[in-house]
C-alpha cells in the first residue's frame, strides 16, 4: 500500500476560533477563564464518546513494546513488525482522512499514523481525544518518507480522558532557523507543588529521580557486598536523639504518650552493634522542625551505616570506595559536573583539620580560643552569633560562612573540638579533639562520620553536659538517653560510624542547587 508523504515533526493545529486550543499553558498564565472553557470542552467530550459508547477510563491494556526499544531496534530489511504500545498523546495533528500525532511513554516518544479508511469508528473517537490522553495503539512498524521510524495504527482505544490540558511547550522555527520554545512549564514553586505534571512535560526532571534511585541501589550493592546487614529502626521515638535538631512531636493516644519523630536513626543502630552485629546499616528517613532553604527540608532521607571494630580513618576509605561507585554508577566516570564546577572523586581526597581549614582560609588561628575571644573573632569575619550560642557554634558559624564555600573538590575535614562532638570518641593524641571527620563537596557538607564514642561513663558526662547547655539557652542539644547508656554500659566494641545525606548526595550527582529538585515533594506552604 502506497502511503502518503509523513512530517517528522508534528505540531498541534490551530482549531477554528470559537475552539480553544490544544495544550494551551493556562494554569502558568493564570487565565482562569481560558482554563474553564478548555475544561468544560473537555468534558463535553467525555460525555459525547459515553455517547458514542466508548469507555473513557477501560480497565487494562495489554502492550508488548515500548518506544525507545523500537526505535532503537527498527531493522529495514525485517518484515513489518507488528506491535501494541500505550502512552500519552503529546503532539497531534489532524487531517480529514488521516492523522498524526506523538506518543509519550516511559521510554520516549513515536509517531502515529491513522487512517479513517482502516479504523472506522476508533476514528470518529479521535476526534474526541486532545493532548494529555492516554491511548493504546496496535499496528505496524514503518519508516516514513522522511525518514521517521512510525506506526501504522490498525487499532486504537482510548485509556484514560485527560480532563485538565498539559501544560504542553510549543515550539517554533523562526526566520534565522532558530528553535523558540513557547510557554514551557518553568515556574518552580507550581513544578514542586504539581510535580505529577513536572514529570509528564518535563522528561530531564524524570532522569533525575532515575540517577537518585540508581543512587541508592548502588549503596546496598556496595554495603550488602561487605556482609553489612540493612535494618529498620523506629521513626517514632520516645526520645530523639543522635543530632543537633528540634524534633517534631505528635502524641500517641492509646499510651497517651508524646512521641518524637526522629532527628536520627544513630542511638537505635549502636544498639544493634552492642547486640552483635559486625555492620549495620539504614537508609531512613529523617525528620527536623528547623528552617527550609536550598539544601534543608523538614523530611530528608539520610544513610547511616555502624561497624564494629573499625574507627574514622578506615571509614575515610570506605567513604572514597563508596561515593566512587555511586558517582560511576550516575555518570560513568569519577570526574562530575555540577553546578559549573568539575568534581574529581578519584581517590585520595584532600585531608584537613577543622582548625588548619579556619586559618588557611580566614587567616585566623582559633584553636584554644575561649568564647569571649571566639565572639571577636566571629565578629571581625561579620559572622552573626546569637546570644546563646556556646563555642561550638561559634567555631561551627566561622566555619560553615568562610570555609565550606571554598571547598569544592571532596575534602575530609577532620578532628573536630570536643564541645561540637557529643557521641564522639575523644582524639588519641589530640587533646580537646575527637576523632571526628566531614566531607565537605561543592561547598556543602556531604557526610559525617566518627570514632564513636563507647565509654559509658564519659558519654553520660557529655550528656549532662549537653543539658546544661539546654539550661542556659541552646535548643538544639543532644538529649540524656538513659536506655543508650544502659546499652553502652553492656558493653560496644571500638566502632566507625557514617550518616551521609542522599538528597544532597543527588544534588551533587545532578548538578541541581536546590533539594527541591531531587524531592518529589518537597514541603511546600500550603495553597491558598
Known sequence: MLLPPFVSILKTVEEPAHVPRFGAV???????????????????????????GVNPYPYAFERTALSGEILDGFDEAAPQRRVSVAGRIMSLRRMGKASFFHLEDSRGRIQIYLRKDE??????????????DIVGV?????????????????????????????PVAKEKTDEQGNRVVYDPFADKELRYRQRYVDLLVNREVREVFVRRARIISTIRQVLDGKGYLEVETPVLQPQYGGAFARPFITHHHALD???YLRIADELYLKRLIVGGYDGVYEIAKDFRNEGMDRTHNPEFTMLEVYVAYRDYLWMMELVEELVGKIAMAAHGSLTVSSQGNEIDFTPPWRRLTMFDAIREFTGHDIRGLDETALRRTANTLQIEVAPADGAGKIIDGIFSGKVEPHLIQPTFITDYPLLMSPLAKRHRTEEGLVERFEVICNGHELCNAFSELNDPIDQRRRFEEQMRAKAQGEEEVQPLDEDFLRALEYGMPPTAGLGMGIDRLAMLMSGLDSIRDVLFFPQMKPER
Open 26 to 52: 493556562v494554569d502558568q498564565t493564570g487565565d482562569e477563564q481560558d482554563l474553564n472553557d478548555l475544561m468544560m470542552r473537555r468534558r463535553e467530550e467525555h460525555d459525547l464518546l459515553r455517547q458514542q
Open 119 to 132: 479504523l472506522g469508528p476508533a476514528y470518529d473517537a479521535f476526534k474526541l481525544m486532545d493532548i494529555g
Open 138 to 166: 496496535e499496528g505496524f512498524v514503518f519508516r516514513t518518507r522522511t525518514g521517521e521510524v512510525s506506526i501504522h495504527a490498525g487499532a486504537l482505544t482510548l485509556l484514560s480522558k485527560s480532563l485538565r490540558p498539559l
Open 257 to 259: 504518650v508524646d512521641l
